[in-house]
Nanobody
Framework: QVQLVESGGGLVQAGESLRLSCVHS????????MGWYRQAPGKQRELVATITRGDVTNYADSVKGRFAISRDNAKNTVYQQMHGLKPEDTAVYYCNAAGVRTTPRSTARDFWGQGTQVTVSA
């Protein structure tokens, strides 16, 4: 089993910054990509940003230029730096690890963290 633990959420004012962290367990042999998703009240969960094993990044149009995803392999951590936060960024942010194998022969699976709340006031 792979565990993902998010932290760094909170209440901020519009224009401020936050950095989310996602610490994953060390038993990941390989993965396709890791990423951040968010879900606002009454809305579907949506992709925010992803990063591949080769550190290729991808962002939702709504956050391009404001958010940056990165990885620190030594710390088993994925970060999301968020600048210029807007009230519409308010959501629960979830860390995702996609196509994870814990051994070379294990079945690839996706894992999710429990989420961290980000609230941006106007």
């Amino acid at each position: 089993q792979v565990q993902l633990v998010e932290s760094g959420g909170g209440l901020v004012q519009a224009g401020e910054s936050l950095r989310l962290s996602c610490v994953h367990s060390a038993n990941i042999f390989s993965f396709n990509f890791m990423g951040w998703y968010r879900q606002a009240p009454g809305k579907q969960r949506e992709l925010v940003a992803t990063i591949t094993r080769g550190d290729v990044t991808n962002y939702a149009d709504s956050v391009k230029g404001r958010f940056a995803i990165s990885r620190d392999n030594a710390k088993n951590t994925v970060y999301q730096q968020m600048h210029g936060l807007k009230p519409e960024d308010t959501a629960v942010y979830y860390c995702n690890a996609a196509g994870v194998r814990t051994t070379p022969r294990s079945t690839a699976r996706d894992f999710w963290g429990q989420g961290t709340q980000v609230t941006v006031s106007a």
